[in-house]
């Protein structure tokens, strides 16, 4: 096909717009109405070009080139037709640009400044509408700029999948309308902002900084960086005015969620200069005063004058701290020191964390909030393919998958974008969808099939449907003979679980198990989906091998579209365990008892040869480079704080991590800490774990430093600092790096300081990973130069010039042949009775993240869910007498909490849902410590309680 574009000649064989082949070529039409992510719709006439020998103007957005076609994008006709559609817009439009929050980035002023138009005379003088017609607490509406483009209404429709936007009225009266001209909210608006970011004039803006914060486009500088709350890893830009972030906009080119955004990543930001951010070290005053803790009456600590804070300099700070860690380690040894990094922080300190875990201190007591989420994914499919992480990437399972299966996932909540990716699946490419959750969670909306499972009945669930896969004789038999092991005794296993067994133990009609199995069968490749309903169990590790089972029994492992794919929690969790914050393993998965690898980390880090046997407190002052890296495994944190009480654990270093809030049994947690004689903090705010520390380090939040994250699909992804530091605080790194050097220089002699990577005088991130890089296979070519040049690195990449990994385990397993792993139905732990008959299962919220440290100090988000609210089923609340005003009491055999009541089919009858969000009424307070015994993760998701109506 052959056209001319201005006297340009275009020869092509594929079908296109005329937009499309103009700018593919470089040549200018302007647009309005139309963006390259949303359906054309052809209604703003900005496009039109002429086409020789038609009469009228054709909108080049809408009109496909055609052979022989010859197009005018500039003639005086179609000037005169842009200006006049122009006059005719802003004749609708009062010009506020004067105070207009996106003067200088309005795509409609730029277009009226190119084409040189005026509002006219004739036009419409006055307001037609409120200037903020809506009360969502993130989303100025203001429908006297609305120019009717309806990429507002595209874009949530197509996007978000939400179809809250749509058209009200005719002629003049046209108007964009939320949902049948409601509100927002009410017509179920997740406040994502797609629609604004969108949105090419000020018809929809950010409330948050409107009067406030809001600047023009050349008074900002926008620094690109990655989200951080969850683990889909979403990019942006963070706003930036005179040293203060004002916003998060939306980058085109980031690499996982384009424009796409939820609403704690483009309105959550204000946490970051929360008043209540730490601005200097803290100490308690017995500190200062060279007391002995001991000595202090605790049980009054919150009115005794010697445990009160005093803010003091980084110096006294780090000293002290540095003096208190360094005696602990030689008078009581190293494994009595519990070390917790930070999955909210970067792979850099994560690294240094474990660096300073194994060789300043000498412990493998290092551990991270990942133990209470996903470390039965880590130890379960490493048990069945040999390393635990996200097989597949989200955008190829969005695009690839015919079928997911999303077990134990509530995705549109907890990873919004992912869960947006998998809406479009389904509505757009046909892919199906089966939701297997206790709770109707938001994406039952969209499935195919809904298995609502009693909860802690999965494997019994997975094993009844594998049952039938075997019987109807559907299995991978090629796959299962050439990559996988164990077969036989894996499928004698299977073969007890018959339809009717499995509905008498999982609440399942059978029917639904047959109908899963044909919708598993006849749509291949099918991703396997999950997160904390299945590993949060007393049976974890069980449940998720039981995945990796039936996954290669369809032969659904190493394909695009298929795959294993936990979707992990935190920002950096990923990372977290990449980086060594795992008792187990040194970074990349390296074990800690593989002498060889201790070998290769005790000549880097200038430690004498490792060893075989545990050192012992006096070798570290007697001995010239005597420290050895320990060869077993450390305590997790599910087993350092309860090892306070038996007095193994004396002194605690946590970076970034609240287990007042996070860890299950708050009370017992409580008094563990209590107990403990040093606790040393580094956190950006005062959490309820403070007060129990004894010092506190103000570290940054992530818009204040450089370095790295890695997402839940493994892609390794730069973070940019965008202000300075807050008050006297320091990015994490750094203040590790202090505490290090103050430990290693007071006994200089423990460490060899002329091995490469045995020193601590790190002057950025970049030689952090640098020296990553030498240590850890699997991230040896991803370096902070490769990032910023635009690769796109997901791991293993193990050299400078290798692409990454997009999908693992295609040609073989990292242990070579997959394990069928045999598994049994456990009932959980702790089962309702008479005295507590009800089941509460624990989670989060779209507009929270982990204890709430953040989220509740985002003032939007905190309008918009501002209580922890429970969720109970209409027939529970019917008997209780509960409706949605009434509070709830609920008892567990640890302790009680009081919330607002949701009453709502979303949970079963007999089940309750709450949060972890708010301290007054955590789920924590209720939950208990029944661990898996492999992964030591706690059932978080089941716990035996009683419910009653708080009279009004
Ligand atoms: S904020 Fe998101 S969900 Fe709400 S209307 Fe806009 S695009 Fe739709
Ligand atoms: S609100 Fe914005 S995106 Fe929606 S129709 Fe109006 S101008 Fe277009
Ligand atoms: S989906 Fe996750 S990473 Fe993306 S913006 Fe939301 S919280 Fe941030
Ligand atoms: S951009 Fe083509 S009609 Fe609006």
């Known amino acids: 096909m052959e056209f001319i574009i201005d006297g340009k000649t275009i020869k092509t064989t594929t079908t296109q717009t005329i937009l499309d082949a103009a700018r593919q070529h470089d040549i ?42 010859e197009i005018f994008t500039h003639s005086d006709k179609v000037i005169q037709s842009r200006k006049q559609s122009l006059e005719f817009m802003l004749a609708n439009h009062p010009a506020f640009c004067s105070t207009c929050d996106v003067s200088g980035e309005c795509e409609v002023q ?59 009225q005719r002629g003049f009266a046209e108007e964009i309308s939320a949902g049948a001209g409601t509100q927002l909210l009410e017509a179920r608006c997740e406040s994502c902002g797609q629609c604004v970011a969108y949105c090419p004039t000020g018809a929809l803006s950010n409330k948050l900084n ?22 889909v890893g979403c990019q942006f830009d963070l706003v930036v005015r005179r040293g203060k972030i004002i916003g998060v906009t939306s980058n085109p080119d980031a690499p996982v969620n384009g424009m796409a955004l939820c609403v704690k990543g483009r309105y959550g ?69 519990g070390i917790l990094t930070s999955a909210k922080c970067l792979n850099e300190e994560n690294y240094l964390m474990n660096k300073f875990a194994r060789q300043v201190i000498g412990t493998n007591n290092i551990d991270h ?18 390393s635990g992480a996200m097989s597949n990437s989200m955008d190829d399972l969005a695009r690839n998958s015919a079928l997911f299966f999303v077990i134990g996932s509530n995705t549109t909540e907890q990873h919004p974008v992912f869960g947006t990716m998998i809406r479009r699946a389904v509505r757009f490419r046909g892919a199906k969808l089966i939701v297997a959750d206790p709770r ?190 320990p060869d077993e495994i450390g305590m997790t944190v599910t087993e350092m704080i309860p090892s306070i009480l038996k007095d193994k654990i004396q002194a605690l270093y946590i970076l970034g991590e609240n287990p007042v809030m996070t860890d299950p049994d708050t009370t017992q947690v409580k008094k563990c800490l209590e107990n403990v004689d040093l606790l040393i903090l580094q956190d950006i705010f005062p959490t309820e774990t403070a007060e129990y520390a004894d010092i506190l380090l103000p570290g940054v939040s992530f818009a204040e430093k450089s370095g790295t994250f890695t997402n839940t699909e493994r892609r390794v992804q730069m973070v940019r600092q965008a202000i300075r530091p807050i008050g006297e605080a320091k990015p994490d790194w750094e203040i590790i790096a202090l505490l290090a050097m103050r430990i290693i220089n007071a006994a200089p002699e423990r460490i060899n300081a002329t091995a490469k990577y045995a020193n601590w005088n790190y002057e950025n991130t970049n030689q952090i990973m640098s020296e990553i890089n030498a240590l850890t296979p699997s991230y040896a070519g991803i370096t902070h130069e490769r990032l910023e040049k635009g690769d796109r690195l997901q791991w293993p990449c193990p050299a400078p010039d290798h692409p990454g990994t997009p999908i693992l ?132 998701k089941l716990t035996a309680v009683k419910v009653e109506s708080i009279p009004e």
């Open 210 to 231: 409107y009067g406030m914060g809001m600047a023009r486009a050349h008074q900002i500088r926008k620094i690109t960086t990655t989200c951080a709350y969850c683990g």
């Open 269 to 337: 930001y204000d946490y970051i200069q929360h008043p209540d951010r730490l601005m200097k070290p803290r100490v308690r005053r017995y500190l200062l005063d060279g007391d002995a803790k001991q000595e202090i009456n605790l049980k009054d600590r919150k009115k005794n004058p010697k445990m009160e804070w005093v803010e003091t300099d980084w110096d006294t700070a780090l000293d002290i701290a540095a003096d208190k860690l360094r005696t602990t380690r030689d008078t009581k040894g190293a494994d009595s020191i």
């Open 28 to 69: 200018d039409i302007p647009t309005l109405c139309y963006h390259k992510d949303l359906s054309p719709s052809g209604n703003c006439r900005m496009c039109v070009v002429e086409v020789k020998g038609n009469r009228f103007l054709q909108a080049a957005c809408v009109t496909q080139a055609t052979d022989g076609m």
């Open 440 to 629: 109707k969670i938001d994406l039952v909306e969209f499935a195919n099939l809904h298995i609502q499972q009693k909860p802690g009945t999965d494997i019994a669930l997975l094993n009844g449907l594998m049952y039938l896969i075997l019987e109807k004789g559907l299995e991978d038999k090629k796959f299962i003979k050439q990559r996988t092991e164990d077969f036989e005794d894996f499928k004698q296993g299977v073969m007890q679980y018959t339809p009717e067994k499995v509905s008498a133990i999982t609440g399942v009609p059978v029917e639904h198990l047959y109908q899963a199995v044909e919708l598993l069968t006849e749509h291949k490749p099918a991703s396997v989906i999950w997160a904390m309903g299945i590993t949060q169990h007393v049976v974890g590790v069980n449940n998720v091998m039981d995945l990796a089972n039936l996954q290669m029994l369809l032969g659904n492992m190493g394909v695009p579209g298929g795959g294993v794919n936990p979707l992990r929690g935190q920002n950096n969790v990923q990372g977290a365990c990449d980086m060594g914050g795992l008792p187990n393993v040194f970074p990349g998965y390296q074990a800690v008892q593989d002498d060889t690898i201790r070998e290769k980390f005790a000549t880097a880090w200038g430690l004498e040869k490792s060893s075989t046997t545990r050192m012992e407190a006096k070798d570290f002052v007697l001995q010239r480079f005597s420290v050895h890296l």
């Open 809 to 940: 385990h295609t040609k073989q397993f990292t242990r070579g042949l997959g394990r069928f792993a045999s598994v049994e139905h456990i009932p959980p732990a702790e089962l309702p009775n008479d005295e507590f008959p009800m089941l509460l299962s624990t989670g989060r919220v779209l507009y929270h993240w982990h204890g709430g440290e953040l989220t509740r100090r985002a003032k939007a988000l905190m309008k918009i869910y501002g209580e922890a609210l429970v969720e109970i089923n209409p027939l529970d609340a019917e008997k209780l007498g509960v409706n949605g005003n009434h509070r709830l009491r609920i008892a567990s055999r640890r302790g009680s909490i009081q919330a607002k009541a949701w009453v709502t089919d979303r949970v079963p009858q007999g089940m309750i849902y709450a949060n972890f969000h708010f301290p007054e009424s955590s789920a924590n307070i209720l939950t208990g410590h029944f661990l898996d015994p492999v992964a030591k993760i706690p059932e978080y």
């Open 369 to 386: 909030c990942a133990r209470l989420c996903h470390a039965s994914t880590v130890a379960g499919l490493a048990s069945s393919f040999g």
């Open 110 to 168: 730029d277009l009226a400044y190119d084409y040189q138009v005026e509002p006219p005379v004739w036009g419409f003088k006055g307001t037609r509408y409120l200037p903020d017609s809506d009360p969502n607490p993130f989303i100025r509406v203001d429908l006297n700029k609305c120019i009717l483009c309806r990429r507002c209404v595209a874009a949530c429709a197509e996007i978000q999948v939400r179809n809250v936007w749509g058209i009200a």
